[in-house]
């Protein structure tokens, strides 16, 4: 009989997934949930056909016991277009807090990659296909905060 892998078999090493469908997207989404970051780190290579961003990432895998943030690359390949509402992304100052990532299918294997932020911004990445990784770049670090993000009920 196999047995389903275990946050605590992965120990502290840093993080890299790839999600190829809405289920796989379901994982990250929830991995993200509640980071942070300036609204210029987010970027679209048109050339290229990316789109990245550069997440604080909370360390839900590890609990809240320790409050620990890390630094995470989550980047969209085959992208056709990008288009923001209630962000502005050129400005220094804005810090977003990222709520969910969500894959709304279109009529092939194409659809767009929908990024939901706190105080109703959103993103959407128009792709031909969901191909999306999330992958840690930094070593943990103490939450500025020192306790995890919360949601009031």
Same mark, same amino acid.
């Given at each position: ?39 210029t780190e987010m ?40 288009? /923001?509402? &209630?962000? @502005?992304?050129?400005?220094? =100052?804005?810090?977003?807090?990222? $709520?969910?990532?969500?894959?709304? !299918? ?12 706190? /105080?109703? &911004?959103? @993103?959407?990445?128009?792709? =031909?296909?969901?191909?999306?990784? $999330?992958?840690?770049?930094?070593? !943990?670090?103490a939450a500025p ?9």
């Amino acid at each position: 009989m196999t047995e389903d892998a275990r946050f605590h078999d992965a120990g502290g090493g840093p993080l890299r997934l790839w999600a190829t469908d809405a289920e796989d997207l379901q994982v990250i989404s929830a991995l993200l949930q509640d980071s942070v970051l300036p609204a210029t780190e987010m970027t679209w290579a048109k050339r290229s056909r990316r789109f990245a961003m550069l997440l604080n990432r909370f360390r839900w895998e590890h609990g809240v016991r320790r409050a620990e943030r890390v630094q995470t690359l989550l980047t969209a390949g085959d992208v056709r277009g990008v288009r /923001g509402q &209630g962000i @502005v992304p050129d400005d220094p =100052d804005t810090v977003l807090s990222l $709520l969910a990532a969500e894959w709304e !299918p279109g009529a092939d294997a194409d659809g767009t990659l929908r990024l939901t932020f706190a /105080g109703d &911004g959103v @993103v959407e990445v128009a792709c =031909d296909c969901l191909d999306v990784t $999330l992958r840690d770049v930094t070593r !943990p670090y103490a939450a500025p905060s020192g306790r995890a993000p919360g949601h009031p009920d």
